[in-house]
């Protein structure tokens, strides 16, 4: 299955797009606090999948 990763700056819509995706029935995360995106940088560093911990979601912002 493919997954919809969006990246944006501040201000720009995301929150609208992930409101979107959760409406239509799309398993979505958006920032988490900050974990998603450190998750991501450790999942790499340690050689694992990048979305590991995530693998449900199919919209990643």
């Known amino acids: 299955m ?3 990763f ?3 700056f501040h201000k720009c819509g995301m929150t609208s ?3 979107f ?3 239509s029935g799309v398993k979505s995360i958006q920032y988490d ?3 998603l ?3 991501m940088y450790r999942n790499l560093e340690q050689g ?5 911990g ?4 199919m919209f990643y912002d």
């Open 54 to 57: 995530y693998e449900v979601l």
């Open 37 to 39: 995106g450190l998750r």
């Open 17 to 19: 797009l992930h409101k």
């Open 2 to 4: 493919s997954k919809i």
């Open 6 to 8: 969006v990246v944006g």
């Open 33 to 35: 606090g900050g974990c």
């Open 48 to 52: 694992r999948p990048i979305i590991s």
């Open 21 to 23: 995706f959760e409406r």
